[in-house]
Every structure is written in C-alpha cells, then in structure tokens.
C-alpha cells in the first residue's frame, strides 16, 4: 500500500486544493480505508466508525489487541442522537460547553455502531475535536471516525506528521502533514513514488519541487508546463509520463476560440458521467459548497468563458496516462526502478552549480573571484 501525504498548510490560498485533499481523504474513509489526522491533542488513526471491516483495520495497522474499544469522533452534539441511544440533557450542557476539545463522553450506544468499534460494550465513546482538518474530513465523509492515536501499539503516542510516518507508512493511505517545512520535504520527497505536476500548460508554470522529486527517484505525471519541459528534455519521453495539451494548443484555444467543452461532454460518457454527478445532488455537502457552480463553470462558465482552464480537454488524457502509471508501478515493478534511476542520473543538470552559472552568464556577467 502507498501512503499519501497531504499538507493544507501551504496552499498559498488555494481553496480548491483544500477542498479537494478533504474530499480525497473523506472518500477513503468511507471506502473502508484508514487516514492519519491530526486533532488538538495527537494525531488519530481514522477509519470509518459504522464499518466494523475498516475498524479491524486500525487494530491491524497498529497491532493492538481487537477488546479495545475505539472512541468516535464526530463535528457537534447534533450528531450524538444518531449514534448513541437515551442521550441525557447533561451529555448537551456538556457539548456546548466543552466541544469541540478533547472531553469525551460516554453514552449508551445505537445498533448502528459495530461491534469491533466498541469491544462488544452496550456503550460507546464519543468526542468532537477540536482541529479544523480533521471537523472538515468528518462533515465531508457524512461519518463518525473512529481514531485511537496513529502509533504502533506500545510506542508513544504521535504528535506530528514525521512521527505517523514512522509507524505508519505503507499501513494507511493518507497522512495529512500539519506545518510543510524543510524538515518535513526532507522526508516526504524521498519517499514519494510519484510526482503529479498537473498545472495547464501554459497557464500555471509548475515549479521545482519537481525537480526535487526528480532527484529523489519520483516519476512524473505531467503536463509539458513549466520546469516539467526541460526534466522531459533530460530523462526522455519514454521516462516520463506526460499528458494533455501543449501551451501552443492551449494559447490557439483561447486566440481562436475553439474550445467548448460541451462537444466533449456530450462525446465522452465518462465525462458526461463525472459532470453530472456534481448536480445529481449524490455527492456529500461539504460546508456550504455547492457542485453545481462547478458544474456551471466547467460547462457554461462565467461572462461566456467556459471551462477557461481546459480541465475537460485534459481530462480524458490524464486518465488514459494514470492508468498506464498504475499498470506500470503494480505489474512491471523492474521497468519502474530502471526509470527511477534514470531520473536521478539525469537531475545533475538542475543543480544550483549549473543554475547559477547559466544566471551568471546570461545576467550578471560577472567575473570569478581567483
């Protein structure tokens, strides 16, 4: 299994990327899988309460004997009737005066909670943390999280990020990273299998963390944008994997007024499928977000531009792409290494040697000091 990182620190602002972290980590719990989060106190080791199968997994991952009742973790006192059953008025008084904070309460439990959440008890823990990733990935899941701390059992307990990666990596699918630093990358990049530069070409130049996860032995999933141009320069198209228009199309899209995003809804059933689930009203509320402006945009835009950044024109060849990495990495693991050490063999061209050299030559014109 490969662990996911996700940092919502450094976002420069970056609504949707939030958003779209919350909901990836919200879909896995409600798939059965397990998700580090941090919370006031340490870090959680999240399955989906409702899920005995999920449960198991955390006792699993974390080796601790499965008579261990779990505690539930849910965004506000509105939610206890529908887990805990004969809920006292002192449980509420409690709520608003304590929560969200690390006061857990224990109630008498509804039919719904599983068994291996609570040991086999006639009762169930319930808290409401006070962390706002963690309240977001509960409202977005539309579940109860069951989370002992994310550590293997008898280790101390986890208070950031670095410590759930020592535990847990390779045992769950996403830890969210609270404070990205230099600290922090020093850990992630070496361990990353994958590098996804997605930005469109020739909108939203991609930076050099990809040359930091070219370094490392990551491979590329890319646009030709940006840095990712001259890594495909260096390492060859059959060592990277690229996907979606080039700048040149994207910018004679705009000059010429081509593009509509309509004509591929209505030829791609898939799309037309992904699209329509964003107003179907099937997909979780998160906040007061609402899909249909997505859907909006995406198809009819705002002020006649629809689609501006050309999300449905790449679409169907990153998936196309993605499937190729994934049959890659799971069923030609050999193929993968030597293209990882061709990345790493070829990333000496980016060095701050060379990059100061060439600044040098072509700005400064400076002379060296004998």
Same mark, same amino acid.
């Given at each position: 299994? /490969?662990?996911?990182?996700? @940092?919502?620190? @450094?976002?420069?602002?970056? /609504?949707?990327?939030?958003?779209?972290?919350?909901?990836?980590?919200?879909?896995?719990?409600?798939?059965?899988?397990?998700?580090?989060?941090?919370?006031?106190?340490?870090?959680?080791?999240?399955?989906?309460?409702?899920?005995?199968?999920?449960?198991?997994?955390?006792?699993?991952?974390?080796?601790?004997?499965?008579?261990?009742?779990?505690?539930?973790?849910?965004?506000?006192?509105?939610?206890?009737?529908? =887990?805990?059953?004969?809920?006292?008025?002192?449980?509420?008084? !409690?709520?608003?005066?304590?929560?969200?904070?690390?006061?857990?309460?224990?109630?008498?439990?509804?039919?719904?909670?599983?068994?291996?959440?609570?040991?086999?008890? @006639?009762?169930?823990?319930?808290?409401?943390?006070?962390?706002?990733?963690? !309240?977001?990935?509960?409202?977005?899941?539309?579940?109860?999280?069951?989370?002992?701390?994310?550590?293997?059992?008898?280790?101390?307990?986890?208070?950031?990020?670095?410590?759930?990666?020592?535990?847990?990596?390779?045992?769950?699918?996403?830890?969210?990273?609270?404070?990205?630093?230099?600290?922090?990358?020093?850990? !992630?990049?070496?361990?990353?299998?994958?590098?996804?530069?997605?930005?469109?070409?020739?909108?939203?130049?991609?930076?050099?963390?990809?040359?930091?996860?070219?370094?490392?032995?990551? !491979?590329?999933?890319?646009?030709?944008?940006?840095?990712?141009?001259?890594?495909?320069?260096?390492?060859? /198209?059959?060592?990277?994997?690229?996907?979606?228009?080039?700048?040149?199309?994207?910018?004679?899209?705009?000059? =010429?007024?081509?593009?509509?995003?309509?004509?591929?809804?209505?030829?791609?059933?898939?799309?037309?499928?992904?699209?329509?689930?964003?107003?179907?009203?099937?997909?979780?509320?998160?906040?007061?977000?609402? =899909?249909?402006?997505?859907?909006?945009?995406?198809?009819?835009?705002?002020?006649?531009?629809? @689609?501006?950044?050309?999300?449905?024109?790449?679409?169907?060849?990153?998936?196309?792409?993605?499937?190729?990495?994934?049959?890659? =990495?799971?069923?030609?693991?050999?193929?993968?290494?030597?293209?990882?050490?061709?990345?790493?063999?070829?990333?000496?061209?980016?060095?701050?040697?060379?990059?100061?050299? /060439?600044?040098?030559?072509?700005?400064?014109?400076?002379?060296?000091?004998?």
């Amino acid at each position: 299994m /490969q662990t996911r990182y996700f @940092d919502l620190r @450094d976002t420069k602002g970056q /609504q949707k990327e939030i958003e779209d972290k919350i909901g990836a980590a919200a879909k896995i719990l409600r798939d059965g899988g397990l998700v580090g989060i941090p919370t006031e106190t340490v870090y959680g080791l999240g399955a989906n309460a409702l899920d005995g199968t999920a449960v198991k997994r955390i006792f699993e991952a974390k080796g601790r004997p499965q008579d261990n009742p779990l505690i539930i973790h849910v965004t506000g006192a509105q939610w206890l009737p529908r =887990y805990c059953a004969d809920v006292p008025p002192l449980a509420y008084v !409690l709520a608003r005066k304590f929560w969200p904070g690390p006061l857990t309460m224990i109630l008498k439990r509804r039919p719904i909670i599983p068994d291996e959440t609570t040991a086999g008890l @006639d009762t169930v823990a319930v808290r409401c943390p006070n962390h706002p990733v963690t !309240l977001a990935i509960i409202r977005e899941a539309g579940i109860p999280i069951a989370a002992p701390s994310a550590n293997l059992s008898g280790r101390p307990s986890c208070t950031t990020a670095q410590d759930v990666l020592e535990d847990m990596d390779g045992k769950i699918q996403v830890v969210f990273v609270e404070n990205y630093c230099v600290s922090v990358a020093e850990m !992630l990049i070496p361990a990353a299998d994958i590098s996804e530069q997605i930005s469109t070409a020739g909108m939203e130049a991609s930076g050099t963390g990809n040359m930091k996860f070219m370094m490392n032995g990551a !491979l590329m999933i890319g646009t030709m944008d940006g840095a990712n141009i001259e890594i495909a320069e260096r390492v060859g /198209q059959e060592n990277i994997f690229i996907f979606g228009d080039s700048a040149e199309g994207n910018y004679n899209k705009k000059m =010429y007024h081509t593009y509509n995003p309509g004509i591929i809804f209505e030829n791609h059933p898939g799309i037309r499928d992904v699209c329509n689930c964003l107003i179907e009203g099937n997909l979780l509320r998160y906040g007061n977000r609402k =899909y249909s402006e997505i859907y909006q945009n995406l198809l009819f835009g705002e002020y006649g531009e629809a @689609d501006p950044y050309y999300i449905l024109a790449d679409f169907p060849s990153y998936i196309e792409t993605y499937e190729k990495v994934y049959h890659l =990495y799971v069923d030609h693991k050999d193929e993968w290494i030597k293209k990882a050490i061709v990345n790493t063999a070829k990333s000496g061209y980016f060095s701050s040697d060379r990059t100061i050299e /060439q600044y040098n030559e072509k700005i400064w014109n400076l002379k060296p000091v004998k």
